[in-house]
């Protein structure tokens, strides 16, 4: 992936956190063929094939007819959050909220004879979705981590640049292909630690912030998931708690 520095590495907390207590949700922000796609696609490629769940978009019956455990622990990434209809919305909010949908359904028997069956979509989930929409619905905004794509003329070209090498055959994609499937064994050997963060007490946002609740358990969340991405550098007690240090801060 060319360019993109620091919104690459948020993609990347945020698409690694799927198998984690507190999991973490990404909205990406751009116009019309400026690489949305091509930041989100990049990065969750690097994540276990068996737990990512690519879609283009969604409908308004798609959760409910997937099987209970079917999302369980996984990476949802959808390419167009602009196809999705306000109903689908609400339930994903809910999915990313609660962890799980519960929804009661009418069912009749061979007789005829009606009953109520409770459905129920067990999460928790990590998601990232892409939109050209300029304004975030504000129950999504303060439910995810919104990134803006470098849309300069300098990214561009070093999309292009990049693309041109590998079509002229300048870019080794035996090794692209290798660093790929490394990290996606390395994603595999994360576990779900607790994670205790000692300077939580000392550090807080500012006070007139927007949403400054939820604002708050996006950091301390983004905080976990760098602690628990360099878990095999950090020190557990007794207890098995994993704890973050200052450069996790």
Request: charged share 25%; hydrophobic share 35%.
């Amino acid at each position: 992936l060319v360019g993109e520095e620091k919104s690459r590495m948020l993609v990347l907390c945020i698409a690694s956190s799927f198998k984690m207590q507190n999991t973490l949700h990404g909205i990406i922000q751009g116009t019309s063929g400026e690489g949305k796609t091509y930041l989100m696609t990049t990065i969750c490629e690097m994540m276990p094939p068996e737990y990512w769940k690519p879609l283009t978009t969604m409908t308004d019956k798609s959760l409910f007819n997937m099987k209970k455990y079917q999302i369980h622990r996984h990476l949802i990434t959808i390419e167009d959050r602009v196809g999705m209809s306000e109903e689908v919305r609400i339930y994903f909010r809910e999915l990313i909220s609660r962890g799980l949908l519960i929804r009661d359904t009418t069912v009749a028997d061979k007789d005829g004879n009606y009953s109520t069956k409770t459905q129920i979509i067990m999460g928790p989930i990590a998601s990232i979705t892409c939109t050209t929409e300029a304004e975030i619905h504000q129950d999504d905004a303060n439910r995810c981590f919104l990134i803006s794509i470098d849309e300069s003329p300098e990214q561009r070209k070093r999309i292009i640049d990049h693309r041109n090498k590998k079509a002229a055959g300048l870019i080794d994609s035996r090794k692209e292909e290798q660093a790929r499937a490394f990290i996606q064994d390395c994603i595999r050997l994360l576990k779900p630690y607790q994670v205790v963060n000692p300077y939580a007490t000392k550090i807080s946002l500012p006070q007139d912030a927007k949403d400054l609740i939820r604002l708050h358990n996006l950091f301390i969340g983004l905080i976990e998931q760098i602690t628990l991405l360099h878990q095999y550098q950090r020190k557990k007690d007794n207890q098995g708690r994993l704890f973050s240090q200052i450069e996790d801060v």
